[in-house]
């Protein structure tokens, strides 16, 4: 069994910020450490965007330009967790935030396909 569960997500004023984190476990849990990591967001009637992503080594990452500078993505390998701190939040973060896990592709490519996906944790900024 693959699993991946997010937490962390909720209610935030504009411009405070969240941190999401993402367990892997089951037989996931054993291919994380070499695994491209990446947080995805879904907000209602569009399309789910690739927000950041992070190689297995943390060497690189990637941002979409929306959220360069306020998003941070991070891994701890040992914990077999990666992690999403989201700072000066904007109104239009506000969506469905998932992990996915990229078990497949070389380790210098972030952007997919991904393979495995956890449920999603919603992210709701106010005004």
């Known amino acids: 069994q693959v699993l991946l569960v997010e937490s962390g997500g909720g209610l935030v004023q504009a411009g405070g910020s969240l941190r999401l984190s993402c367990a892997a476990s089951?037989?996931?849990?054993?291919?994380?450490?070499?695994?491209?990591m990446g947080w995805f967001r879904q907000a209602p009637g569009r399309e789910r965007e690739l927000v950041t992503s992070?190689?297995?080594?943390?060497?690189?990452?990637y941002y979409v330009d929306s959220v360069k500078g306020r998003f941070t993505i991070s891994r701890d390998n040992a914990k077999n967790t990666v992690y999403l701190q989201m700072d000066s939040l904007k109104l239009e973060d506000t969506a469905v935030y998932y992990c996915?896990?990229?078990?497949?592709?070389?380790?210098?490519?972030?952007?997919?396909?991904?393979?495995?996906w956890g449920q999603g944790t919603q992210v709701t900024v106010s005004s």
């Open positions: 996915a896990a990229d078990v497949t592709s070389a380790e210098t490519w972030l952007m997919g396909p991904f393979d495995y």
């Open positions: 089951g037989r996931l849990g054993r291919m994380f450490q070499s695994s491209v």
């Open positions: 992070i190689s297995w080594n943390s060497n690189m990452t």
